[in-house]
C-alpha cells in the first residue's frame, strides 16, 4: 500500500497563497493519476484537481483559473498551487490515488482574516 503525506497547509488571509505538497512512497509514481481533494465537516468530499500521468489538468469549476495541480516525478510528489484563496476554499485538504483508493491524512487550509 502507497503511503501519501501532505503537507504546505496553513492559515492564510484571503486573497492569500499556499503551496500543498503530497509525497507518494513507492516506485512507479509516474504512471498514476493523482488528486487533490477537500473537506468541510458535514459535506461530502469533494474533488478539487486531477492530474493525468501525462500532466493534463482538470479543475472544480469553483477553482479554475486559481488552483494550479502539477506533478514532479523524480520527486514522486504533486503539488497543488492555490492562489486567490477565499474563506470559502477553507476545508481539509486530501491526496488521492485512484487507482488503489490510496489516500492522505490530509492537510488543513484555512482562509481567514
Known amino acids: 500500500q502507497v503511503q501519501l503525506v501532505e503537507s504546505g497547509g496553513g492559515l492564510v488571509q484571503p486573497g492569500g497563497s499556499l503551496r500543498l505538497s503530497c509525497v507518494a512512497s513507492?516506485?512507479?509514481?509516474?504512471?498514476?493519476?493523482m488528486n487533490w481533494y477537500r473537506q468541510v465537516p458535514g459535506k461530502q468530499r469533494e474533488l478539487v484537481a486531477q492530474i493525468s500521468r501525462g500532466g493534463a489538468a482538470n479543475y472544480a469549476v469553483s477553482v479554475k483559473g486559481r488552483f494550479t495541480i502539477s506533478r514532479d516525478n523524480a520527486k514522486n510528489t504533486v503539488y497543488l498551487q492555490m492562489n486567490s484563496l477565499k474563506p470559502e476554499d477553507t476545508a481539509v485538504y486530501y491526496c488521492?490515488?485512484?487507482?488503489?483508493?490510496?489516500w492522505g491524512q490530509g492537510t488543513q487550509v484555512t482562509v481567514s482574516s
Open positions: 488521492n490515488r485512484p487507482q488503489d483508493n490510496s
Open positions: 513507492g516506485s512507479m509514481f509516474s504512471i498514476y493519476i
